[in-house]
């Protein structure tokens, strides 16, 4: 890098928060600056990451109300970053993923003439309203970005048919598995807390255990119904163990604790903290899940994931054969559950489609040797 120049990162939910750790913790590794700022849309659990990884932002824009639409959120976004843009020059803005912060804090930058750098770009469905809202929130940060890091090579493909210049595109992986590793390594040298004691006295690791999660707002209703269905009769197999940390939304909880309450093999919870998942995740066999995080850590760790969306933009575990598209359909979740826990060997080898855990110093790498090199 030919001089020092002003980075800032800015991320504003958990799984970005876990997605973008490894990009600090590089900076931070190299010496290189850098301010953090954080919209806080998820305020708790966003909370949790930042003292897991040890990260402190120097912004903090606490944009979430109750009960607070898309669209009042997103204005919120555009007008707390455009305030720090406005009194702090800014070479480089990382932005990750489909949120809402993503993509608004990119369009600021953008009219701030500011460059931006888009990680874990290229992820499509080309199906605006599957996931929504993120994935007309990836492809406005697509067009809007300067520089694109890609987890795959099906991704930089998308960008390329997109029209993006080659050369400002890296295939990185993705950082969730630098984050998952990192997360691992910690675990094996002892990592404890509450969370992880009390699911020790609470679930029996000696049967089968199956993950569920679930929090996409195109499954609210019937979706959840059928999923909860799906559930219930999984359970009747007395070697299984059911775990589902249950997400905070009304939309979720109602229908979740009012179909699945008082089975003796099914445990609903709260939301865990990242390393307790991760800890929980290791000593599954089986997910359940509506999530894009997990679709990528879970080759990782040998579980197969069931993905229980209509559509995935992470075609790769599924041509892997580490992931497989069931949708909330009652029979579908049912039939595959049944084939992956009744296989001899549940916890086959994978390899995993979305890196081997470099990400972090592939970014920085370009950052700092083709970014600010040629700047």
């Known amino acids: 890098m030919k001089s020092n120049k002003n980075i800032l990162i800015c991320f504003g939910t958990r799984p970005e928060a876990i997605k973008m750790a490894p990009i600090c913790l590089e900076l931070n590794k190299r010496q290189v600056p850098f301010k953090l700022c954080v919209t806080a849309q998820h305020r708790e659990m966003l909370d949790q990451v930042l003292d897991f990884f040890n990260l402190v932002p120097d912004y903090d824009l606490d944009v979430m109300q109750p009960n607070q639409s898309l669209n009042k959120l997103s204005s919120r976004i555009l007008s707390e970053i ?7 020059e800014f070479d480089l803005v990382l932005v990750h993923g489909d949120t809402s912060t993503s993509a608004l804090v990119a369009l600021a930058a953008f009219h701030r003439h500011c460059k931006v750098a888009h990680i874990e770009a290229g992820l499509r469905t080309y199906n605006k309203k599957s996931p929504f809202p993120e994935e007309l929130n990836r492809q406005l940060t697509g067009r809007i970005s300067d520089f694109h890091f890609a987890p795959t090579a ?3 493909q998308n960008l390329l048919e997109e029209g993006i210049e080659d050369s400002n595109i890296l295939v990185t992986g993705n950082t969730v598995i630098d984050a998952l590793f990192f997360t691992l390594n910690k675990i094996e040298k002892g990592y404890e807390n509450s969370f992880i004691t009390d699911l020790i006295k609470k679930i029996d690791f000696t049967k089968k255990v199956v993950l569920v999660t679930g929090h996409r707002r195109e499954s609210f209703g019937t979706g959840f119904e059928n999923l909860c269905h799906a559930i219930l009769e999984i359970s009747k197999n007395k070697d299984v163990e059911i775990v589902f940390p249950v997400h905070l939304n009304p939309n979720v909880q109602n229908v979740v604790y009012e179909k699945l309450s008082g089975k003796n093999n099914i445990h609903l919870i709260n939301p865990l ?3 307790s998942f991760v800890w929980l995740m290791s000593r599954a066999v089986l997910i359940i899940s509506d999530s894009g995080g997990i679709q990528e850590e879970a080759p990782s760790l040998n579980i197969p994931v069931l993905v229980t969306r209509e559509t995935t933009e992470r075609d790769e575990g599924i041509k892997a054969g580490c992931s497989f598209l069931v949708g909330t359909n009652t ?3 049912i ?5 992956i826990l009744n296989a001899n060997n549940v916890k086959a080898k994978m390899a995993n489609p979305y890196g081997e855990g470099l990400a972090a110093v592939k970014i920085i790498d370009f950052i700092q040797n083709t970014i600010f090199e040629d700047a």
């Not at 039939?335 to 084939?339: F, I, N, T």
């Open 82 to 88: 455009d305030t720090i843009l406005e009194n702090e």
């Open 154 to 156: 099906k991704a930089k």
């Open 273 to 275: 903290d990242y390393p």
């Open 331 to 333: 029979g579908k979740i």
């Open 335 to 339: 039939v595959e559950a049944g084939k």
